[in-house]
């Protein structure tokens, strides 16, 4: 006598139907974070960022009264400075999160799962500190918020990895 069996996807390693979507979901977050960081590094090398930018940001942050004054404190003594280390490292460290979220995507598949999980948990962090800080000294613009949001369900779902 046989029997039926009805083909679950996911259920042949054992994990459920809500697992592989929160798996293909993060997936996909991961992808647009990856595309979205990449196009802001490239802008920014392709404008000519630099010193004179971070300046700029150093010294409007330095002035405003909606810039928390920790915040202010280090683009006084810091950012200001530093400029020309932070034009070249920031539009680098953004296209680097960028690389960083595709290649967790990509990593997946073929490589082990605990040093993906902390690649994840790290290139999700740098995001959302590098974003909070842009956040902090009053540079926001429409997708930071969602950045924020996407990379914060990103490190929430950086144990889902296959087993």
């Known amino acids: 006598m046989t ?5 679950v996807p996911g259920s042949a390693d054992g994990t459920s ?3 592989v979507a929160v798996i293909v979901l993060s997936g996909i ?3 647009t974070l990856g595309v979205l960081w990449i196009g802001e590094g490239w802008t920014k090398y392709h404008a000519g960022f630099g010193a004179a930018d971070i300046r700029l940001v150093a010294d409007s942050a330095a002035q405003n009264s909606r810039v928390p004054g ?3 404190e280090f683009c006084t003594h810091i950012l200001g400075p530093n400029a020309g280390l932070f034009g ?3 539009p680098a460290l953004e296209v680097a999160l960028g690389i960083g979220f595709i290649a967790v995507v990509a990593s997946r598949k073929f490589a ?3 040093p993906t999980t902390i690649l994840a948990r790290m290139v999700g962090g740098g995001s959302v500190f ?3 800080t842009y956040w902090l000294s009053d540079q926001l613009i429409w997708e930071y918020p969602i950045m924020v949001l ?3 369900f990103l490190l929430a779902t950086s144990s889902s990895r296959p087993r």
Request: net charge positive; no cysteine; proline share 0%.
């Open 17 to 19: 139907r809500r697992h």
């Open 70 to 72: 920790f915040f202010q």
């Open 29 to 31: 977050v991961g992808v």
């Open 130 to 132: 590098t974003l909070t």
């Open 150 to 152: 996407l990379s914060t």
């Open 112 to 114: 082990d799962r605990l």
């Open 88 to 90: 070249f490292a920031m």
């Open 3 to 7: 029997t039926a069996t009805t083909v």
